[in-house]
């Protein structure tokens, strides 16, 4: 048998007449696992095959998404060519003509419905040069202040947590290198074995080495299986629960005094607070029973070190960031941070989560993390972009106040860079009457995505295989993805494309950038002296270096592995801890007769976000082929929901249908979707409009439902 394949092997490799090699970072996760495409020529064909390459990280591992990755990037159906819609049919145009459509629309909008009619909506999926130079492009090139991106829905609430209590937003202060020496580890609503795979050797040498680790999910998932103990809380009531470990640390006295007197803000509020609060209540609220509560933070508290990790299950709550705020009150209460092995995670989601959320494409930011409503901060960005501080728009509005503002009819034409909102979006209904609403909208994509089936023009732009530029990974480490296959057709960067429009605007002299490096150098100078420092980084650097984890502030500087060593980044040196109430204080939609079960929604190993690039890799789309329903037996029992069978699921927004999953390892008053899929699966369309107050996060994670069988068969 072996000896036929190596026959078969040889004769095949006798036939590969060129074999070239291409290096990159998988377009998927914040891991940014580097990889190679390797690209062998046969007389009639091509074949690829996707290896991975050792790197500080991910040390050459890589999980299916980033091994097939490219069936999507060589899809028959990616862009190659503009597409201008004319009657309700998407034509080839050339690229001049695309622009001058543009400008012609863009003025006309500005002109008759004012500056702030343009709205420009960008990611987290892009590199730090276009999430830059978009922001850069809305400030400059259109005047608008409004431009805000996907990463509001993913990052915001972790971002607003960690900057109120730490003073600064990296999503991990540490290096990953430290998990394994860690003694506890708190898994809050994360997932990573199906969303980060590649980190999960991390917790497996950890427990190797003896630690003890807590997972907290309504459900069991791939990676509650390696906890050793395992909270299956209520959706929506980790803020609670956080209460209760924080109570039972502080009562058995696992606080740590000094610490806390020398770098802590608002420990006796919070201390006061929790201590009047009852574990009876908790338990009530949160489902988790008092023993497993104790159990939990006794260990935590018990051992020398510690880590927390949040992630979208605690943070996609209109309570999000508070309730990432009680989790970093357990850490600081506990004095574990700011020292080797002990420290925070939030786990960043899109493989340029962390980057993209420092350099100007929030609606309240400017490059390096400063803040567009400080007069210092424009004074500098202004200087280096060379404007007038003046002149810069002032705060926007969230990603999804931008559908409101459309429909309200402030904002009229969208320039949307590499999101799908009518999917991705709450209140997705609402969202797609937005899209059809406004009176221009252009798309940036690789594909006709849902939302770029509902633009007037659809740019087409490059994949991770071809656009070189920097990604900042989960640690916070700046990479450089030196991406350079030839493009297909006729495509264009997203910084080309930015650069081009800025030119046809009249503002090119503001865009005159002819590679991702001189974009990148400028990016340093004006992230010098803010938060998130990157003056210090060059892609020399980068190549030689292999990735520098920011602050870097000067060409000397190694980097900073290790947060909080010596202070923390708030003016007065301290962590500002606050009392969290156990229930919001704008309340979550309940269970009641009508909608009697909770819904969450997240995602499988196999597909990535609305599903738009994961679909269209062969590999990845047979392992799901469509959305389902994970329902406990004895819930689907009760409403007459047999295993594998379409489930009409309602709640007070609207309906959709997927099949079901039963699952002995579900709460029974849960049911959870992923939202891969779109339009009659899109479970969008039963999430609610409401968000977090602080930082705009919608609450994608709880909403009331109803369900009833497709077809009945209980009466046959
Ligand atoms: N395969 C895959 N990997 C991905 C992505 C993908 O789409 N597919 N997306 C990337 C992106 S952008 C992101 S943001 C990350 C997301 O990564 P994660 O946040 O890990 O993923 P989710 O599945 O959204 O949610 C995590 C867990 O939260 C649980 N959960 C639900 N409600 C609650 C709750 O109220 N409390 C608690 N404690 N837990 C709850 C869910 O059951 C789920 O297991 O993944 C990244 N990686
Ligand atoms: N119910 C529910 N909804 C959620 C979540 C949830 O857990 N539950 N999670 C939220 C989270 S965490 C996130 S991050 C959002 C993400 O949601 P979206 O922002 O909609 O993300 P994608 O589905 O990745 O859409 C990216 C689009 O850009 C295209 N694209 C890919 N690469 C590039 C590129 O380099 N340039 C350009 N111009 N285009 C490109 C893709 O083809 C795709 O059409 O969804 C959020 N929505
Ligand atoms: S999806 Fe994430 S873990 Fe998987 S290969 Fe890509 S970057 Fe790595
Ligand atoms: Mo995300």
Request: aromatic share 8%.
């Amino acid at each position: 048998m072996t000896e036929l394949f190596l026959k078969y092997y040889r004769t095949q490799q006798q036939k590969v007449q060129l074999e070239k090699t291409y290096d990159t970072q998988c377009p998927y996760c914040s891991m940014q696992c580097k990889m190679q495409l390797i690209e062998q020529s046969f007389v009639t064909r091509k074949k690829y095959l996707t290896i991975g390459k050792d790197n500080p990280t991910t040390e050459g591992r890589l999980c299916i998404k980033g091994m097939n990755a490219h069936q999507h990037a060589f899809s028959r159906e990616r862009l190659k060519y503009p597409l201008l819609k004319v009657n309700g049919e998407f034509v080839r145009i050339s690229w001049e003509e695309a622009f001058e459509h543009i400008k012609e629309n863009f003025v006309e909008i500005q002109s008759k419905d004012g500056q702030n009619a343009l709205a420009v909506y960008g990611s987290a999926s892009i590199t730090n040069e276009e999430a830059y130079l978009l922001g850069k492009f809305a400030r400059v090139a259109l005047k608008t202040k409004y431009i805000d991106y996907n990463g509001r829905l993913c990052m915001s609430a972790a971002a607003s947590a960690a900057i109120q209590t730490f003073g600064i937003d990296r999503g991990f202060t540490n290096s990953l290198a430290e998990i394994p020496f860690t003694g506890c580890i708190i898994l809050a609503g994360t997932n990573i074995a199906e969303c980060q795979p590649t980190i999960m050797p991390y917790f497996e040498k950890a427990k190797e080495n003896g630690a003890y680790i807590i997972a907290i999910d309504p459900r069991e998932t791939a990676t509650t299986k390696i906890a050793d103990l395992h909270l299956k809380l209520k959706p929506g009531t980790d803020a609670a629960l956080a209460n209760g470990l924080l109570k039972v640390i502080i009562e058995e006295n696992y606080i740590d005094e000094a610490f806390l007197q020398k770098r802590v803000n608002g420990f006796e509020e919070v201390k006061d607070y929790v201590l009047s609060l009852k574990l009876e209540e908790i338990e009530e609220m949160t489902g988790v029973p008092i023993e497993q509560i104790r159990k939990a933070a006794i260990r935590f508290g018990k051992e020398e070190t510690g880590m927390i990790f949040t992630a979208r299950g605690v943070e996609q709550q209109t309570d999000g960031s508070i309730s990432v705020r009680n989790f970093l009150n357990i850490l600081i209460a506990s004095g574990k941070i700011g020292k080797p092995n002990c420290g925070f995670g939030a786990i960043t989601g899109q493989g340029n989560g962390q980057g993209a959320r420092e350099h100007g494409q929030k609606a309240d930011q400017l490059p390096g993390y400063r803040s567009i409503d400080n007069e210092e901060h424009r004074a500098y960005v202004a200087s280096v972009w060379g404007v007038n501080k003046d002149e810069l728009p002032g705060k926007g509005v969230s990603a999804y106040e931008m559908m409101e503002k459309i429909h309200e009819g402030e904002i009229t034409g969208m320039f949307l860079m590499c999101s799908n909102p009518v999917v991705s979006n709450p209140n997705a209904q609402f969202v797609r009457e937005a899209m059809k609403k406004l009176k221009f909208l252009v798309a940036v994509d690789l594909f006709v995505s849902e939302t770029a089936r509902l633009a007037d023009l659809i740019l087409p732009t490059s994949s991770y295989l071809e656009d070189e530029g920097t990604m900042t990974n989960v640690e916070g480490r700046v990479t450089l993805r030196e991406a350079n296959y030839p493009v297909p057709g006729e495509v264009k960067h997203d910084w080309q494309i930015i650069c081009d429009i800025a030119r046809v605007l009249g503002k090119g002299e503001y865009f005159s950038f002819s590679s991702a490096e001189e974009i990148f150098n400028e990016l340093r100078v004006a992230s010098r002296g803010g938060f998130a420092d990157y003056y210090g980084i060059t892609y020399d650097r980068l190549r030689k270096e292999g990735g520098l984890l920011w602050p870097c502030p000067d060409l000397d500087h190694k980097g900073t592995v290790r947060l909080f060593e010596a202070s923390f980044a708030h003016r007065d040196g301290r962590a500002a801890m606050v009392a969290v109430p156990n229930k919001p204080v704008i309340p979550k939609e309940q269970a009641c007769e009508e909608f009697p079960l909770y819904l969450t929604t997240g995602r499988v190993m196999s597909h990535y976000l609305t599903g738009v690039q994961t679909r269209k890799s062969p590999a990845l789309a047979a392992r799901n082929v469509e959305s389902f329903m994970e329902i406990h037996p004895s819930t689907a029992m009760k409403y007459r929901i047999q295993d594998n069978t379409l489930v009409k699921i309602e709640s007070r927004r609207g309906s959709i249908t997927v099949r079901s999953k039963w699952s002995e390892t579900i709460r029974q008053d849960t049911v959870f979707v992923p939202f891969h899929w779109a339009d009659s699966q899109n479970v969008n369309n039963l999430v609610s409009k409401e968000l977090d107050p602080t930082c705009r996060m919608p609450g994608f994670k709880v909403s009331a439902v109803k369900l009833s069988p497709v077809m009945d068969l209980s009466s046959n």
